[in-house]
């Protein structure tokens, strides 16, 4: 199976131009449109049927191995949150501390930490019923809360594994999870200040009508305490973060350091915090911790299907040498972290989806790791974070996300597009400013 650059190059641009045309236009969800890019790009370079079968297999399966406990247990915890009600404590806890003052920097800093466990779309779901009498209460417009608390949510969305963009980035670029979520926080905290500070100034002259959002959550009379509130959400972050960062000499150590490395595990780390959400209520029902716990495996389903052929995906274009094809052809070295970010930037504005766009721009950048000087553990959690900053940009009429703000916010389409989409474009920007200084300490 030999193909020259220029072949595969057109192979490899019809495939991803499909994976775009079918999702933003066609509206065909993101599993089939990947599975089809699969054999548009393999018969594209005379590659064997059987080939194609078994590198989709195996693909397909490598992701579920590694990401497969994590999205689940991810999901599962958000799911938990939401329905104990701890993520409006934690809002009201925020608020408190912050001060009415810094109203919107406190719905940031609630959207910073919820969007953790939380997906963007369901935390915004969630707390958009906070926006609108936290704004009438303290005089701050609307937009500005709107906007802070949706880009405090993004901003970790397209970083921070168990987020299925990051998951499965990590798991076809090959990066350490527990790494990727300490450092994917660290350069998300740029992206959530930038993002309210665009929201301060660009919403402060515009007007908004009241809009009343709608409530998606019970209110009980048992909510949790802050601190069974917080502990899900912190614990797991704390064990993640010994094991990656603790040195301990084993021959002193024993099992103190097996212990650290189990608890750290992500894995672990996330049954601990599911296990610490059900203690954030009392009296559980049977029926209704069988039904959160089969909305959080249906969830995770969907989002295991996508990934999971984002695996499938990268795995064929593995098989057609497409690095190689690069390395003799162009010259890339030079781009380093820059040619990832691009190329996920450039499908996230074409087609809507970060998830989308960072899992087809991970199968591609995968095989052009060695060509890009990405090769090492670092270069791969480098080569992560600069497409999660791509991921970032630019959100606007295409992007599910962008709707679920406007209808829940209550703000028309032309606030929208001023606001929250130039806030992304800031949001990216920044994100790989710190990205690329980040790269200047670990690739000396």
Known sequence: MTNSFLQVLIV??????????????????????LFI????????VQMPGEMIIVSVKDGFGNIMKSLGFIIVLGTTL???????GSTKVMAAFILKKVGERHAAFAMSITGFIVGLPIFCDSGYIVLSGLTNPIAKRTGVSAVIMSVSLAT????????IPPHPGAAAAAGTIGVDVGKLMLAGILVAIPALIIGHLWAGYAGKKIKTVSHEA??????????????????????????????????IEKDIAGWWLSLFNFLGDPVIALSVGVMLAFNCKRNWKKEA?????????EKAGGILVIIGAGGAFGAVLAATNIGGHFSAAASLSSMGILFPFLLTFMLKTAQGSSTVAIITAASVVQPLLHTLGLESDNGKLLCVLSMGAGSMMISHANDAYF????K?????MKTMLRVYSVATIFMGLITFLMVYLLSFILIP
């Open 78 to 84: 958000g799911v938990l949150l939401e329905y104990t």
């Open 37 to 44: 890019a699969c054999f548009i790009v393999g018969l594209g």
């Open 403 to 406: 709707w679920v703000i406007a």
């Open 12 to 33: 490899l641009s019809i495939g991803i131009a499909a994976i775009v045309v079918l999702t933003a236009r066609y509206h065909i969800h993101a599993f089939f449109a």
């Open 289 to 297: 911790l069988g039904k959160l716990l089969s909305e959080g495996t």
């Open 152 to 159: 405090g949510l993004f901003s970790v969305h397209c970083l």
């Open 214 to 247: 709608i409530a998606t959550i019970e209110t009980f009379k048992d909510q949790p305490s802050v601190i069974r509130s917080f502990l899900p959400v912190v614990v797991p972050i704390i064990l993640i973060a010994v094991k990656s960062f603790l040195v």
């Open 408 to 412: 829940f916010s209550g703000l028309d």
